[in-house]
């Protein structure tokens, strides 16, 4: 069992461009979470999925942020017109019926 | 307010010491997690504990719903332990996970 898989790990863009985060839950897994990490926030909640069909994006800024799940292989956060204050580590999270949430090993992005 | 509060938010000890890391809630929950953050960012799962106490080597965790607490023991400190620990709890009426503000722990040679 690889884990949940990110992808990039690393990604560096300017100010203005779109990025693209992927996330390979555990297979079998029926929720799949994003997180943002950030010094001054610390863990912030952003979106979740359940069985593919979004369940609750109360932590997405309205604007710019999109995640969608096409198939129970992976999901993606995109991010336009990336901003400075955007900058941070996002983590993708995957768990089973019974709650037990696997962290990939999280994208840092970097916006200049 | 801070639905999960961590404490405390920084400890050094020296080696062979032991530690107690306190997680408390003001909301229901469905699960409680604790985790543990390599400096590196990646986050291992430690204990997924919604009640009662388990053991894992030198770590313990022990959940009170009642008082909205879980704890975590660490015994016999080793270097290697060093990085943030961080609690997480499935809130009762959602899925929504939500983290403490996690407990940075430096253990000296």
């Known amino acids: 069992n690889a884990g949940v898989i990110q992808t990039p790990r690393h990604k560096v863009t300017g100010k203005g461009q779109e990025a693209t985060l992927w996330c390979e839950p555990i297979s079998g897994h029926s929720a799949v979470f994003w997180y943002r990490q950030t010094i001054v926030q610390g863990l912030e909640f952003l979106t979740y999925?359940?069985?593919?069909?979004?369940?609750?994006d109360s932590g997405m800024p309205k604007e710019r942020f999109s995640a969608q799940m096409p198939n129970q292989s992976h999901s993606t956060l995109k991010i336009q017109s990336t901003q400075p204050q955007d900058s941070a580590v996002y983590l993708c999270?995957?768990?089973?019926?019974?709650?037990?949430?696997?962290f990939g090993p999280g994208t840092r992005l970097t916006v200049l | 307010g801070q639905q999960v509060q961590q404490s405390p938010a920084s400890l050094v000890l020296q080696e062979g010491e032991n530690a107690e890391l306190q997680c408390n809630f003001s909301t229901s929950l469905n699960s409680m997690q604790w985790f543990y953050q390599r400096p590196g960012g990646s986050l291992v799962s430690l204990f997924y504990n919604p009640s009662g106490t388990k053991h894992s080597g030198r770590l313990t965790s022990t959940t009170v719903i009642k008082e909205r607490r879980s704890s975590l023991h660490i015994s016999s400190s080793q270097t290697t332990d060093s990085g943030t620990y961080l609690c997480a709890l499935e809130r009762g009426n959602t899925n929504k996970v939500v983290f403490g503000t996690g407990t940075r722990l430096q253990v000296l040679p």
């Open positions: 999925f359940r069985n593919q069909a979004p369940i609750d």
């Open positions: 999270a995957s768990s089973s019926r019974q709650g037990r949430g696997y």
